[in-house]
């Protein structure tokens, strides 16, 4: 398997644009999660879902953020209107999930975005 | 919060063991410890795992104490690709989410 794959892996941006970051989770991985990592706040969980289905999106920053899971095979993190604030690194993982007992988080490379 | 407390920062000399230290001293009986680590400009891999005896992989071994309240990442032989950010983490058997706390910066030194 070739992984978690993000797309793009670098976006720069201007403020007020729309930005959309993509997310190919491990095939059969039922659990999927979008962090965001900046140097003051470390890694931040965003949002998972379970099953396409999204379980907690407490860790969203505001509703500038939205995240979907139309398919088991690819999931969304759109940011509108970006702003400078938002540049950081934005990692999505997955795990096979289903409750497992012990269960491991595979990452994807990240997509780094500028909001210039 | 992240339900552990890891050291900012720890130097070991290239061919050398290096332990990462990790308190979890809030952990509850079905709690695994995960080890976790991020390669500059990577996303975070996991290393290994373990609930209460010690666990070996091909990557490092992992030393729990027998009260749980803390544990020991070893990397046997520290080379300078091990240079990274160590994440220790508790996370309940019925848990999605992993909590990532700040970390142990690891630097091998030549």
Known sequence: DAGVIQSPRHEVTEMGQEVTLRC??????N????????MMRGLELLIYFNN????????????????????????TLKIQPSEPRDSAVYFCASQPGNGRAVDIQYFGAGTRLSVL | DAKTTQPPSMDCAEGRAANLPCNHSTISGNEYVYWYRQIHSQGPQYIIHGLKNNETNEMASL?????RKSSTLILPHATLRDTAVYYCIVRGGRDDKI???KGTRLHILP
Do not use: C
Not at chain 1, 31 to 38: A, D, V
Not at chain 2, 63 to 67: A, F, K, Q
């Open chain 1, 24 to 29: 190919k989770p491990i095939s059969g991985h």
């Open chain 1, 31 to 38: 659990s999927l999660f979008w962090y965001r990592q900046t």
């Open chain 1, 52 to 75: 396409n289905v999204p379980i907690d999106d407490s860790g969203m920053p505001e509703d500038r953020f939205s995240a979907k899971m139309p398919n088991a095979s690819f999931s």
């Open chain 2, 63 to 67: 030393i729990i104490t027998e009260d």
């Open chain 2, 99 to 101: 909590i990532f706390g």
